[in-house]
Every structure is written in structure tokens, then in C-alpha cells.
T-cell receptor, first 112, second 113 residues
Framework: DAKTTQPPSMDCAEGRAANLPCNHS???????VYWYRQIHSQGPQYIIH???NNETNEMASLIITEDRKSSTLILPHATLRDTAVYYC?????????????FGKGTHLIIQP | DAGITQSPRYKITETGRQVTLMCHQT?????MFWYRQDLGHGLRLIYY???????DKGEVPDGYVVSRSKTENFPLTLESATRSQTSVYFC????????????FGPGTRLTVT
């Protein structure tokens, strides 16, 4: 799996869009970008994933740069319940252990 | 409710005791996983299973045993608990291999005294 780099923490005001960056400059052509989050004392929660194109679901949008070396997760209208650690993972799964490799992530704090 | 559940949610045991953590999913997902989460180490894969009766080691399997006789259940057993196995344990499942869309249970907080 490609290494990812995320800022350790970010603040965002409630109701505003939260933009969480992730660098994955060594990502290979067949590796996806996945985002998970972990709210305190809960299990990680899948948010979204993408390969090349931008993706949107009911939780978030994922913007991947054309060269695929970085991406941004966007929570369009952040609420206090979005306070969590957000993990960016680049990989394709398959072969050997299929476990996720979580880095340190970004601790997003939504301010009232 | 459908989903993935773990039991017990909290467990305190003594060194040397055998402990079994249960995991149950209602989606009929083929793949199931056990992770442990410790401060400073993040999530680490203990064992995973591709289907009933098929299991394989992850990153940190020593001291743990798994079985999967039914698709929906994936118990994790600590044969002789040690203090270093004090951790939060998460079970997860996924429908397909090769993608990382995994669904996690609420976790079991295990303390070994």
C-alpha cells in the first residue's frame, strides 16, 4: 500500500465545509484512495473511496487530483457529530492479508 | 438489527485465563477480520478469514486463535491471556476481497490484570 500523509489535526466551524487533505505521492495506478473515520470509542466507519474520478455519497465528497498524488475529503456541512479521527488509506487490497493499514489520521474538531 | 456485533463489550480477566471474544455479522459477508487497537500502534490486523473454514494470520497473530465454522461468526480466543493483550479489539467484515470497504463492530475493551 502507498504511504499517506495527513495533518495531525484540524478545526472547522459547525455548518461550514470541512476539507481534509491527504498526500499519497507514491500511489500506483491500480490503488484506490479510501477514507474512514473513527469517532471516539467507536469502531472505524467507512466513508468513501475513489480511483481517479471525484466521488460523492451521502456522507462526503472525495476530490482526487489529476496526477492522483493527493486527495481531499469534503464534509459539506460539518456538525459536532463529525468530530473524529479521519484516516486516508491508499491501496488495492487483495493478495496476502487484506487488512487495512491505518496511519495516525487527522483529528478533526468541529467547533460550535 | 442487521449489522456486526461484538460481545462482550467490556471484559476484565486475569493473566493466564482463556478468553473468547465473539463477533457476529448478519450481512453474510465472506470476509471477516480481527484487529487490535493500542495507543501508539493504531489498528493492527490479528487474523482474517476469507470464508467459513478458511482463516489466515495477519500482522500480530501470536497468542490468538480463531475459528470460523459458520459464515456469520468469527470468534477470537486468547488461549492464555497476557497483560500485553490488554487492548480494544475490533471485528470487521467485507463483502469482497480486494477492496477496502470494511464494516467494523463496536469493539471489545479487554483488560488483562
Amino acid at each position: 500500500d502507498a504511504k499517506t500523509t495527513q495533518p495531525p489535526s484540524m478545526d472547522c466551524a459547525e455548518g461550514r465545509a470541512a476539507n481534509l487533505p491527504c498526500n499519497h505521492s507514491t500511489i500506483s495506478g491500480n490503488e484506490y484512495v479510501y477514507w474512514y473515520r473513527q469517532i471516539h470509542s467507536q469502531g472505524p466507519q467507512y466513508i468513501i473511496h475513489g480511483l481517479k474520478n471525484n466521488e460523492t455519497n451521502e456522507m462526503a465528497s472525495l476530490i482526487i487530483t489529476e496526477d492522483r498524488k493527493s486527495s481531499t475529503l469534503i464534509l459539506p456541512h460539518a456538525t459536532l457529530r463529525d468530530t473524529a479521527v479521519y484516516y486516508c488509506i491508499a491501496g488495492r487490497g487483495g493478495g496476502g492479508a487484506d487488512g487495512l493499514t491505518f496511519g495516525k489520521g487527522t483529528h478533526l474538531i468541529i467547533q460550535p | 438489527d442487521a449489522g456486526i456485533t461484538q460481545s462482550p463489550r467490556y471484559k476484565i480477566t486475569e493473566t493466564g485465563r482463556q478468553v473468547t471474544l465473539m463477533c457476529h455479522q448478519t450481512w453474510s459477508h465472506s470476509y471477516m477480520f480481527w484487529y487490535r487497537q493500542d495507543l501508539g500502534h493504531g489498528l493492527r490486523l490479528i487474523y482474517y478469514s476469507a470464508a467459513a473454514d478458511i482463516t489466515d494470520k495477519g500482522e500480530v497473530p501470536d497468542g490468538y486463535v480463531v475459528s470460523r465454522s459458520k459464515t456469520e461468526n468469527f470468534p477470537l480466543t486468547l488461549e492464555s491471556a497476557t497483560r500485553s493483550q490488554t487492548s480494544v479489539y475490533f471485528c470487521a467484515s467485507s463483502e469482497m476481497r480486494g477492496i477496502y470497504e470494511q464494516y467494523f463492530g463496536p469493539g471489545t475493551r479487554l483488560t488483562v490484570t
